[in-house]
Nanobody, 120 residues
C-alpha cells in the first residue's frame, strides 16, 4: 500500500523558517504533480503550492514570495521551504501527489499531515 510520508513540521516564531519534505513509500511507476495543502482549525483545506513533474510551480497568493516548492525527481521527494512565517500560516500541512501505481490512471494520494505552528 503506497503512502506519502511527510516530515519537517514544528513550532517556530513569527519570521522564522521551516522546510517540509514528502516522499512516497511503496512501489509505483510514475509521479506526476506533487503539492502541499493546509488546513487550519475551522477552515477548509486549501492549496498552498504545487509543482509539475517538469518543475513548474504555482502558489497560493498568500504565500507567494515567502514559500518555495521544489522537487528532487531522483529521490521522488517534494519540499516546501517556508520563510517569513506568520501566525496565519499555522495549520496542518498535507502532502498530495498524483501517482501511477498500476494500470493507466494515476491515483491521488495524501500524506497524514504535519503540524506547523507559528507563535511567539
Amino acid at each position: 500500500q503506497l503512502q506519502l510520508v511527510e516530515s519537517g513540521g514544528g513550532l517556530v516564531q513569527p519570521g522564522g523558517s521551516l522546510r517540509l519534505s514528502c516522499a512516497p513509500s511503496g512501489s509505483f511507476f510514475a509521479i506526476y504533480t506533487m503539492g502541499w495543502y493546509r488546513q487550519a482549525p475551522g477552515k477548509q483545506r486549501e492549496l498552498v503550492a504545487a509543482i509539475t513533474s517538469g518543475g513548474s510551480p504555482n502558489y497560493a497568493d498568500s504565500v507567494k514570495g515567502r514559500f518555495t516548492i521544489s522537487r528532487d525527481n531522483a529521490k521522488n521527494t517534494v519540499y516546501l521551504q517556508m520563510n517569513s512565517l506568520k501566525p496565519e500560516d499555522t495549520a496542518n500541512y498535507y502532502c498530495n501527489a498524483r501517482i501511477l501505481v498500476a494500470g493507466t490512471t494515476p491515483g491521488v494520494y495524501w500524506g497524514q499531515g504535519t503540524q506547523v505552528t507559528v507563535s511567539p
